[in-house]
């Protein structure tokens, strides 16, 4: 009789425990399941940080290449007896000094406009920059803390 008893509280232990693992097996997909969910809405985020900078870098590239190219254009006028030329005889088809004064009106209105424009680039650079910043920032504190709860 007492080994019958021994024998059902055996029983009764290993189903608890069997119980137990079963649980913990649970909670232990869960925890692979939100970590996985988490991984890639990680990934997605990453990646589409990525392609910001990475067109961001494109369009750097860009504006750079056509600010030396604005460059060139602004030390080659200054250089070249070829443009120089070209400018004074652009200048002696003017017949009065009112279409001096209106060519001289455009360039002026071209120039600031160029000038304006210059200075929204610079300030959506800043902006880009400051916000990729965040971005980095961002994804290396999500790492860390992914990493601190694994």
């Not at 939100?34 to 870098?57: I, V």
Request: net charge negative; glycine share 2%.
């Amino acid at each position: 009789m007492n080994q019958e008893l021994l024998t059902q509280q055996w029983l009764a232990e290993i189903q608890t425990l069997k119980q137990q693992l079963a649980e913990v097996q649970k909670e232990r997909d869960a925890g692979w399941e939100s970590a996985e969910k988490w991984r890639k809405l990680y990934n997605t985020e990453s990646e589409q940080r990525r392609t910001d900078a990475q067109l961001s870098q494109q369009a750097i590239a860009s504006l750079k290449t056509e600010l030396e190219k604005l460059r060139g254009i602004e030390k080659g006028l200054l250089d070249d007896t070829t443009l120089d030329a070209a400018i004074k005889q652009e200048i002696a088809l003017l017949t009065s000094v009112e279409e001096l004064q209106a060519k001289l009106i455009t360039i002026i209105q071209e120039r600031d406009h160029l000038k304006q424009a210059l200075k929204t680039e610079q300030e959506n650079h800043e902006q880009t920059r400051k916000s990729l910043t965040t971005a980095l920032g961002d994804a290396i504190d999500r790492l860390t803390q992914q990493r601190e709860e694994t």
